[in-house]
């Protein structure tokens, strides 16, 4: 009987010991940074929304990575490792859905309008968006193939306007950073953006602006690591709490 009760009792722990040396624990390892491709103009709202959604679910890391959304759209068809994309536009989003990198259908979370900015002194004198037609002016927008400088070129057409841009940026936040350096007269920059500067510049706004708007969608990727941390942050921002963290950003509604 002592024999046997001798062999009950090591034999949990030889198979406890096969265990230690075989089992991982699948929690041990376990990646829980979801990666969230953005359009620069997101960077306020989307950081907010970041710090807010790591609160809220414990161990889990939200990277941003911000850049004109044309750029990012390349990156992930290049294959860069992303989670989720947020475009300043329809365009960019549309080519990622024929190409088959979206998840699902993607979904339209904002809305957004260009604006003039100029530094704090004004020294050019911009009244209107005719004046960044004037050659004699240091005006820099956005690149054509960006969102907002697709929606620069649409409001000057609108409006019978030709700009004559000093440069071309890649991103919103470029554009605005030339301009409160005071490397510019004048920039054309979405709303938020301009909200977002305070008193680093002076806004002039442009009368049927409201008639050109960009809108946002956003979308899990199909490639996505986390999946289901993606659409839960898609959730997230289209959630009543997200909204109003883009709506107090100055973003209208999708």
Known sequence: ?????????????????CGNSDAVDPRADVDSTLTVFAAASL???????ADRFEEQ????????SFAGSSDLAAQIAEGA??????????????????????????QDFATNTLVIVTPP?????VTSLADLGNPDLDVVVCAPQVPCGAASEKLAKKD?????????EQSVTDVLAKVAAGEADAGLVYVTDAEAAGDDVETVEVPGAEDVVNT???????DARQPGLAQDWVEWVTSDEGQKVLDDA???PP
């Not at 989670?83 to 993607?106: H, Q, R, Y």
């Not at 002194?121 to 004198?125: A, E, L, R, S, V």
């Open 216 to 222: 946002y969608p956003i979308a899990a990727l199909a």
């Open 43 to 49: 960077k306020g709202s989307f950081t907010e929304l």
């Open 81 to 106: 490792p992303a989670d989720v994309f947020a475009s300043a536009d329809e365009k960019n989003m549309t080519t990622l859905v024929d190409e088959d990198l979206v998840e699902g259908e993607p």
């Open 57 to 64: 679910n414990e161990g889990v890391t939200v990277e941003l």
């Open 121 to 125: 002194d004004d020294p050019g004198d």
């Open 160 to 168: 019978g306007v030709t700009l004559a841009p000093d440069s071309e």
């Open 1 to 17: 009987m002592k024999r046997l009760a001798l062999l009950v009792l090591t034999l949990p722990l030889v198979l406890s010991g």
């Open 250 to 252: 100055g973003f209208g």
